[in-house]
């Protein structure tokens, strides 16, 4: 295991989506101090159980390990790990009430949480039971459907270290890093599409990617609409043809290509929201009674706001316009930004301008920071972004 988590360090050195310390990159190791049986004897204690030998070994090279992709987790020191029923309550319950995962549930239920605690992703170990009489090894995250299992925790390790030489082969050096550029910003929010056009055919065509971009794509659509916006759709034909980055983007690229020989700003497949009025749509009582059989977390007191984006969000895919904007103005004031955005574009979509532009505000206010381009990569908010809105916005 030691050789692996050697290897995993200097690949997530090479791959640079972290920051590191001085000392980290000089022996290009991420580990820590080990674990003391003291530590590790305390904590079998407070959990009353005695952790499997492979998660000992681990502790014994280091007592802890850092994220080391956008698809990994972070280890906890040992004093740190817990049963994930009393870290996450709420997750146990939502799997646990549901019949057709029952078995999933009550892995969960007994399930330790070693890595991933506020993550995207966790990592989970699971005692043996009655069904089951090995340790269970479990990735588990909102975007994977069910569990990922390994044999064990050195088969994870692998599996990250294979993922890592993957995503680093043919690099010599680190990447840069990830760092946010105000000028593209301050760009788009003058209108001033010359030099969008510029700076982000410039970042893309020398492989770069900032942290507020939602990776190519984003500046892809910049481009198309910065190449609309000057005329420029021949000479992005051509920036297409001689990017770097073409495996793997093919359908994307070609989708771009295919808006610039047609001369369109925007490609549909890749809208980042679109509202369509519905034949047939759901209604609120219908949303309800979704809530009550597969998510009652949301029947909470403290899980108000979740529960009106919950609705919200539904409504958007599946509802009605009239139903959207009832519900959104009664509660406009608790929201996650995404959905002042979708109310924008539902404004929009029913022809009313200023609604969308108050809406656009509201976004604008919690995202301008790192989600600030959306609106602009949207084909029925683009047109409403005028100087006089965007100049409020900045001041």
């Known amino acids: 295991m030691l050789k692996t988590l050697k290897e995993i360090s200097k690949k997530t050195l090479l791959l640079n989506d972290f920051d590191f310390s001085d000392e980290q990159v000089k022996t290009k190791w991420l580990g820590t101090l080990v674990a003391q049986d003291k530590e590790i004897c305390d904590t079998e204690k407070r959990l009353e159980i005695k952790l499997p030998g492979d998660y000992l070994e681990f502790l014994k090279i280091s007592n802890g390990f850092p994220q080391t992709s956008s698809i990994s987790c972070s280890f906890l020191s040992i004093d740190k790990i817990d049963y994930l029923k009393t870290l996450d309550e709420d997750l146990v319950e939502i799997w646990s009430k549901n019949e057709d995962l029952k078995e999933v549930g009550e892995a969960l239920t007994s399930s330790i949480l070693i890595g991933g605690l506020n993550e995207e992703q966790q990592f989970l170990i699971i005692p043996p039971s009655e069904k089951v009489s090995k340790w269970r090894y479990w990735k588990f995250a909102s975007w994977i459907p069910g569990e990922e299992e390994f044999t064990s925790l050195k088969e994870y390790f692998e599996s990250d270290l294979s993922f890592l030489k993957e995503q680093t082969k043919n690099l010599k050096t680190a990447k840069p890093k990830f760092v946010t550029d105000f000028s593209l910003r301050k760009a788009v929010f003058n209108l001033d599409w010359e030099t969008v056009y510029f700076l982000s055919s410039n970042y893309i065509a020398e492989g770069k990617l900032y942290g507020y971009y939602n990776g190519i794509s984003d500046l892809l659509a910049l481009i ?60 609120l009582e219908d949303i309800e009674v979704q809530i009550t059989e597969v998510r009652k977390d949301l029947l909470k007191e403290k899980n108000k706001v979740a529960k009106l984006d919950y609705q919200l969000y539904f409504l958007f895919e599946y509802g009605s316009p009239e139903d959207f904007v009832n519900l959104y103005e009664e509660n406009h004031t608790n929201l996650f930004l995404t959905t002042h955005f979708k109310a924008a574009i539902v404004y929009s979509t029913l022809n009313q301008i200023e609604n969308s532009k108050t809406a656009l505000k509201r976004y604008f206010k919690v995202a301008f920071e790192y989600r600030p381009f959306d609106p602009f990569l949207c084909e029925s908010l683009l047109p409403l972004l005028n100087k006089e809105l965007l100049n409020k916005l900045d001041n």
């Open 224 to 283: 198309l609409i910065a190449s609309g916006k000057t005329n420029r759709f021949q000479e992005l034909e051509k920036l297409i043809l001689n990017l770097k980055f073409k495996k793997g983007n093919e359908h994307l690229l070609n989708k771009y290509s295919e808006a610039a020989q047609e001369k369109k700003l925007f490609v549909a497949d890749f809208q980042l929201d679109k509202f369509t009025i519905k034949t047939n749509p759901i209604s």
